[in-house]
Structures are given as structure tokens and as C-alpha cells.
T-cell receptor
């Protein structure tokens, strides 16, 4: 079956611009996670959803970052006023009610 | 604070040789433990996990890991590596009572290169 998909695979933007990153989880998975992976580092937790609600957003670095999952399936990570330090690979994962997190291929964000 | 340490940034082994990747964790209680592999251009793939029970855990692709409570370690091993094992390996922890609704804390990774 289809895995977690993320679009776009690559995004290049200019400092100060707004970007949206999309995640399509595995069908039927109730939990969805966003992580950020900087070069040479492990993934760093940002936020996770259980259904439509954000159950833990403690990893969001500041209020420029926001994520939604309005219908409990697709999620969008939104970054306002992008900064060069936001450049990273943004990973999405989903999981069933209880079990393994399945990761997507990521979106590589480059802020010039 | 919870943390995961992978002391080896980069390891090179010869094809056919044995492999051990080190992982140490700091947690208030015994966490759930994971090893993930990330190949270039690929998503993270779970190799194995430890929740409880037998401290020697078997995973996919011939990997195994041993949980040692006294050393707060969860080292990954493989008896004979193949060139296709070249990748980045991440150790990770989840909280006790781990469910799907829990964040995972990752180590910084160990890059494995295979010498022909």
C-alpha cells in the first residue's frame, strides 16, 4: 500500500517568505507527527496530532511555525517569515492507534 | 532531561565484517528504544524496537540489538555487513508506556561506510 507522502520534495524560498509543506499519512493512521532534521543531526520533534487536534506542539521553535490537520488526515506545516536557519529537511510520520511511526521521504527546505 | 547519545559519528567497516553501533540513553525510567536506518533519498525505516521482555531484540535485514539496563545502552549489531548496509543509523527513545501518541527523541546518528 501507499506510504507517507510529502510534497513538495524540495522547496527553495527567499528569506521572509511564507511556505507550506504538506503531508499525506497512511490511510487510517490516527496519529501524525512532524520532525525537522538539520544537516548532520537526528530528527527533532516539532508537533504531533491525534486526530484533528495537536496533542503536543512543544517542539515548535517559535510562533512562526504552525501546523494543521483539519480533517484528521492530511496535515500542513506552515512557516511564516522564513529565516535561513529554517533550512532543513522536514519529516512527517504517521502511525496507527498504537504502534510504529512510518516516515515519509521528507521535504528539503532551503531558505536563501 | 531525556537524551540519546551516539558517540560514533562515522564508522567504516569492511564488507563481511561484523558491526556494532553504540547508543546510550538518559531517561528517568526504562524507555522504549528504537533503531532506525536512513539511506540517501529514503525515509527513515525502523530496524527494530525494544519495549520489554527479552533484552536481545531481532530486527530486519539481519540486525539485532541488546538492551543493557545497567549501562543504559542499546547497541546495534550485525554479524556480517553487506555493501547495501551503508547508510545513516539513528538510535531513538520513546517514553515509558509508549503509544502511538508519543514523540520520539533521536540521537545524532552514526554514518556507516562499507569498505569493499
Amino acid at each position: 500500500g501507499a506510504g507517507v507522502s510529502q510534497t513538495p520534495s524540495n522547496k527553495v524560498t527567499e528569506k521572509g517568505k511564507y511556505v507550506e509543506l504538506r503531508c499525506d499519512p497512511i490511510s487510517g493512521h490516527t496519529a501524525l507527527y512532524w520532525y525537522r532534521q538539520s544537516l548532520g543531526q537526528g530528527p527533532e520533534f516539532l508537533i504531533y496530532f491525534q486526530g484533528t487536534g495537536a496533542a503536543d506542539d512543544s517542539g515548535l521553535p517559535n510562533d512562526r511555525f504552525f501546523a494543521v490537520r483539519p480533517e484528521g488526515s492530511v496535515s500542513t506545516l506552515k512557516i511564516q517569515r522564513t529565516e535561513r536557519g529554517d533550512s532543513a529537511v522536514y519529516l512527517c510520520a504517521s502511525s496507527p492507534e498504537r504502534g510504529e511511526q512510518f516516515f515519509g521521504p521528507g521535504t528539503r527546505l532551503t531558505v536563501l | 532531561a531525556q537524551s540519546v547519545t551516539q558517540p560514533d559519528i562515522h564508522i567504516t567497516v569492511s564488507e563481511g565484517a561484523s558491526l556494532e553501533l553504540r547508543c546510550n540513553y538518559s531517561y528517568g525510567a526504562t524507555p522504549y528504544l528504537f533503531w532506525y536506518v536512513q539511506s540517501p533519498g529514503q525515509g527513515l525505516q525502523l530496524l527494530l524496537k525494544y519495549f520489554s521482555g527479552d533484552t536481545l531484540v531481532q530486527g530486519i535485514k539481519g540486525f539485532e540489538a541488546e538492551f543493557k539496563r545497567s549501562q543504559s545502552s542499546f547497541n546495534l549489531r550485525k554479524p556480517s555487513v553487506h555493501w547495501s548496509d551503508a547508510a545513516e543509523y539513528f538510535c531513538a527513545v520513546g517514553p515509558p508506556g509508549y503509544s502511538s501518541a508519543s514523540k520520539i527523541i533521536f540521537g545524532s546518528g552514526t554514518r556507516l561506510s562499507i569498505r569493499p
